[in-house]
């Protein structure tokens, strides 16, 4: 026994200590200390009481599709969940009318309150498929800040000053540039806040741009007299293009439900340095095998291509099964390995509707996308046998399009034909 602690309580609490803390990310070494001191302590006292910690994940449900990036919390989620924790999956329905300011660089628009409704639900299908339904508990916040008074929230916003949300630097950077902030931006936090206190947290999960908005919520937690919830931050998973932040707005995204084949081919065009980052981070490749790929490629026993279709394979067959991570690595060899491609193909958005595929007239797609300055063009393209899809040349003037196809015009000009 260590200070009154059960040597096997001691035991499993460094054991679920380090799975939650692995990978975390926090931005400055004084936050990670104290987030540290209280996680082993909350452990501890979930263990001796026998009482689960309430663990939550809060989505806005912005857009209908999660992609890879949302999946980095999420797996955290599952995680203490799978430890024995009470996991709860937030749906900002309400924090999504007025959307997080806190990675933006100018004023996000509000969403319909039908849109975020319709979202909600294609996130509760999309989350279940790495957390069991059956034990999750799943909230909108909508339950209580869509109940509270104006002078509700007078009250609640008398617990922060105006500099404190000044300092905050998506804030600061646009008003030291001129731009406005608009005050119901500052209602985020405050709102987001307010969560904690009505699920009565002890974990909150989220990237490490929700470090404000997760502080907000242990300042009102502290003022109702709970204990002020701990934050187990994760760092941002960076997009395709290995610079910018995943996300369906910048194009440089893999949604989990888009077909094998787009999924396989978006990951295999992320640059080299950024493989690791996405095996840690966008895969449920266990951390053994994750730190052995990195020495490898370290070491130069591995190449860097040969990582990548490690990396496509183990994507695909988390989201689509084995069988469809084999075709899609068949068809994507026939299609690039075989052949002199870019490894630089940009995305053509088009609304599959919600499909796999879709037939399309040809002409209409090729201009849309810019292939072609004029549809008229585009059907010589066609007609003289310049147009292919997946290596296949087509011969009509209306095709099925897969979503995730790669479209070739000409020699020299390539596109990978997504779902938008």
């Known amino acids: 026994?260590?200070?009154?602690?059960?040597?096997?309580?001691?035991?499993?609490?460094?054991?679920?200590?380090?799975?939650?803390?692995?990978?975390?990310?926090?931005?400055?070494?004084?936050?990670?200390?104290?987030?540290?001191?209280?996680?082993?302590?909350?452990?501890?006292?979930?263990?001796?009481?026998?009482?689960p910690l309430r663990?939550?994940?809060?989505?806005?449900?912005?857009?209908?599709?999660?992609?890879?990036?949302?999946?980095?919390?999420?797996?955290?989620?599952?995680?203490?969940?799978?430890?024995?924790?009470?996991?709860?999956?937030?749906?900002?329905?309400?924090?999504?009318?007025?959307?997080?300011?806190?990675?933006?660089?100018?004023?996000?628009?509000?969403?319909?309150?039908?849109t975020l409704n319709r979202n909600a639900e294609t996130y509760r299908e999309q989350a279940f498929k790495l957390l069991d339904p059956d034990t999750t508990e799943v909230r909108r916040n909508s339950e209580w800040l869509g109940q509270m008074s104006f002078g509700d929230v007078i009250h609640l916003a008398s617990n922060f000053t105006v500099q404190q949300f000044r300092e905050r630097d998506t804030f600061k950077n646009r008003l030291d540039g001129g731009q406005p902030v608009y005050v119901h931006e500052f209602m985020y936090g405050l709102m987001q806040g307010y969560d904690a206190v009505a699920l009565e947290a002890d974990v909150q999960l989220g990237g490490t741009e929700q470090t404000f908005n997760i502080m907000c919520g242990r300042t009102l937690q502290e003022r109702q007299e709970q204990s002020p919830q701990i934050a187990v931050l994760t760092p941002i998973l960076v997009g395709t293009d290995g610079n910018l932040r995943m996300s369906k707005s910048t194009g440089n995204?893999?949604?989990?439900?888009?077909?094998?084949?787009?999924?396989?081919?978006?990951?295999?065009?992320?640059?080299?340095?950024?493989?690791?980052?996405?095996?840690?981070?966008?895969?449920?490749?266990?951390?053994?095998?994750?730190?052995?790929?990195?020495?490898?490629?370290?070491s130069g026993a591995l190449k860097p291509m040969d990582a990548k279709r490690r990396l496509a394979r183990a994507i695909v067959r988390e989201w689509h099964g084995e069988d469809a991570a084999q075709a899609a690595e068949e068809q994507w060899t026939r299609t690039f390995s075989q052949r002199s491609v870019p490894d630089?193909?940009?995305?053509?958005?088009?609304?599959?509707?919600?499909?796999?595929?879709?037939?399309?007239?040809?002409?209409?797609?090729?201009?849309?996308?810019?292939?072609?300055?004029?549809?008229?063009?585009?059907?010589?393209?066609?007609?003289?046998?310049?147009?292919?899809?997946?290596?296949?040349?087509?011969?009509?003037?209306?095709?099925?399009?897969?979503?995730?196809?790669?479209?070739?015009?000409?020699?020299?000009?390539?596109?990978?034909?997504v779902g938008n």
């Open 1 to 51: 026994m260590s200070d009154g602690v059960p040597a096997d309580v001691a035991a499993e609490v460094e054991r679920q200590h380090a799975l939650i803390m692995r990978g975390t990310a926090y931005g400055d070494d004084a936050t990670r200390a104290a987030m540290d001191r209280e996680l082993r302590q909350r452990l501890t006292e979930s263990l001796i009481e026998d009482r």
């Open 55 to 114: 663990v939550y994940l809060g989505v806005d449900p912005t857009s209908p599709d999660l992609h890879i990036g949302h999946c980095v919390t999420l797996r955290k989620l599952a995680l203490f969940q799978q430890l024995g924790h009470q996991s709860i999956l937030l749906i900002g329905d309400f924090t999504g009318l007025v959307g997080d300011p806190s990675d933006k660089d100018s004023l996000r628009p509000m969403q319909a309150e039908e």
């Open 253 to 298: 995204y893999i949604g989990i439900d888009e077909p094998p084949s787009a999924q396989y081919g978006k990951a295999m065009s992320i640059p080299d340095d950024v493989i690791v980052n996405f095996f840690d981070y966008g895969t449920s490749v266990p951390d053994a095998d994750v730190d052995q790929i990195a020495a490898d490629l370290a």
């Open 344 to 417: 630089d193909i940009p995305d053509a958005p088009f609304d599959f509707g919600g499909a796999d595929a879709l037939e399309v007239a040809l002409p209409v797609l090729l201009h849309d996308i810019g292939a072609a300055a004029s549809r008229a063009e585009a059907k010589r393209l066609v007609s003289q046998g310049a147009v292919r899809i997946d290596d296949e040349v087509v011969k009509e003037q209306s095709a099925e399009i897969p979503n995730g196809a790669i479209l070739r015009v000409g020699r020299r000009k390539w596109y990978r034909i």
